[in-house]
């Protein structure tokens, strides 16, 4: 049974008092409407007031993009949060442990159990002090916070440690845990085998003594943490905070177009068609409801009925799909309610952050939709977008050998599915969309009111939005190392040209 974190509350309290103190009003050019624009973004926003130690980020850069956090070593962080794709890797539904290559280019070079389940998350300002949860699901959050520091709730429960920095360093325990993300399948190396018994102590460790018995990495540590004083010292969570550490930098964006009206006051840089879609989104639109703050997220959970791709998060008690096809699995993803187990969170996610948000499509946090302004349709009219949707053309990228699960217990084990049955393996990508009961489902918990716009009105929201993207963004800088302490290939590797 899945943990109850009654603490939604918390988290809305907290935003909302945050957006209060931000608020501030400004008069658009040409237009006599005051806004209610937050306030623009400082240094004192993100974690180490925006300057961690320079030891501390090279560590997490170097083990950002190094596949010695991967259980079969072939995988990083990187991989599914590529600088060159926008901090994502510009799929719907991404090739995890077990793939080949980059974004649209990447394939299953090994047999694969399936596609990662949810759209990879872009990771811009993820290192700021007013995340209180983290994942599609916020299922990593804050439980207290005070003087007396931060206690984090998580799926892990006591065994995630408790003297953490900060949420970021606590999210970064979990996917190298995760068999279809990093960790591999059972049998395969003995992090997969840990990772498939529950026990993710036993992956941190695991983990944790890899990288320290590599001389260049220890010594590296060594200047990161004082405190280190042999390879037996180092823990987890020394990794995970150094991974925060350079994701609070790498992926810091607040020099938009945008910020220098948050800046300035001034909207005169700015189209006229995005000056428009800047009253839009404030105003008729009411996309700042829940866009809201210097980041454009109210860090809280809505169900908007986005279109479910693949088999979600098997949740949910349907079992025709594998009373039709014989493999076993159910094929919803409830969302926030399988972690409050909250009635009102069924299909709520996370809104996310809108910085760089022309860039980090797919869009959903299933990739349903392939442009933003599809994005941007089915926010004003949901039920219509969901009931229309087809599911059928959402391009997912192809896998080519994959993997059922076969036997229990100690004879648990990953056989082959044959050729001839993989058209019934497929079905799962189409499933709940072409299932009237599981779509219904997720139409009657939808929160989103219509909102009636004209097209003209759509383009200028889009140009509007199109200001929230960094120069830095668009053409990132040498983040990924050339070489990585492990010896490994860095992932990802170049995206081929053209």
């Known amino acids: 049974m899945p943990r109850i974190y009654p603490n939604r509350h918390f988290i809305a309290a907290v935003s909302f008092a945050a957006l209060a103190m931000a608020a501030v009003g400004l008069a658009t050019a040409g237009s006599d409407t005051t806004l209610p624009l937050p306030a623009p973004v400082k240094d004192s926003d993100y974690l180490y007031d925006g300057a961690p130690p320079g030891a501390l980020v090279e560590l997490g850069r170097n083990l950002f993009f190094d596949p010695i956090l991967s259980g079969n070593r072939n995988i990083s962080c990187g991989t599914c949060h590529d600088p060159q794709l926008a901090s994502g890797d510009g799929l719907a539904l991404g090739i995890g442990e077990g793939g080949d290559g980059a974004g649209t280019h990447r394939v299953t070079r090994d047999p694969v159990t399936g596609r990662v389940p949810r759209n990879a998350q872009a990771l811009w300002n993820v290192g700021t002090k007013e995340y209180v949860s983290l994942f599609h699901d916020g299922r990593v959050e804050v439980s207290i916070q005070g003087d007396g520091g931060q206690r984090f709730r998580s799926p892990a429960g ?147 009925a986005v279109p479910q791709i693949g088999p979600g998060k098997g949740h949910g008690d349907d079992l025709s799909y594998w009373w039709d096809t014989g493999f076993p699995g159910r094929q919803e993803d409830e969302g926030r309610y399988r972690v409050t187990l909250d009635q009102d969170d069924l299909f709520a996610f996370r809104t996310p952050s809108l910085r760089n948000v022309a860039l980090t499509g797919p869009w959903g946090h299933s990739g349903a939709f392939d442009t933003l302004e599809g994005m941007i349709r089915h926010h004003l009219h949901p039920e219509a977008s969901l009931t229309a949707f087809n599911a059928s053309r959402v391009e997912l990228p192809k896998l080519d050998d994959v993997l059922r699960m076969s036997g229990r217990g100690t004879q648990l084990g990953f056989v082959a599915v044959d050729s001839s049955r993989r058209a019934e393996f497929d079905m799962r990508d189409r499933r709940v969309m072409e299932t009237p009961k599981l779509r219904d489902r997720i139409l009657k918990a939808n929160q989103l009111a219509p909102v009636d716009l004209t097209d003209t009105e759509v383009r200028d929201l889009v140009a509007f939005l199109k200001t929230l993207t960094d120069q830095t963004a668009e053409n990132p800088s040498d983040v990924v190392p050339l070489d990585v302490p492990s010896g490994l290939p860095p992932q990802p590797r170049d995206l081929p040209e053209g």
């Open 158 to 304: 006591q065994e995630l440690p408790e003297d953490l920095p900060n949420l970021l360093t606590a999210q970064a325990f979990f996917p190298v845990a995760s068999p279809i993300e990093m960790a591999g399948q059972f049998g395969e190396n003995p992090v997969a085998d840990a990772a498939a018994t529950a026990s993710r102590a036993k992956v941190w460790d695991l983990l944790a003594a890899r990288v320290a018995d590599i001389p260049a990495y220890f010594a590296m540590m060594q200047t990161a943490f004082q405190d280190l004083h042999t390879p037996k010292d180092v823990t987890f969570a020394h990794i995970a905070e150094a991974l925060a550490a350079f994701q609070s930098t790498a992926f810091r964006s607040d020099n938009a177009p945008f910020d220098r009206v948050l800046r300035t006051g001034d909207t005169s840089h700015l189209s006229p068609m995005a000056q428009a879609g800047l009253s839009l989104f404030y105003g008729k639109a009411r996309c700042a409801t829940c866009h809201s703050g210097p980041f454009l997220t109210d860090h809280g959970f809505h169900a908007i």
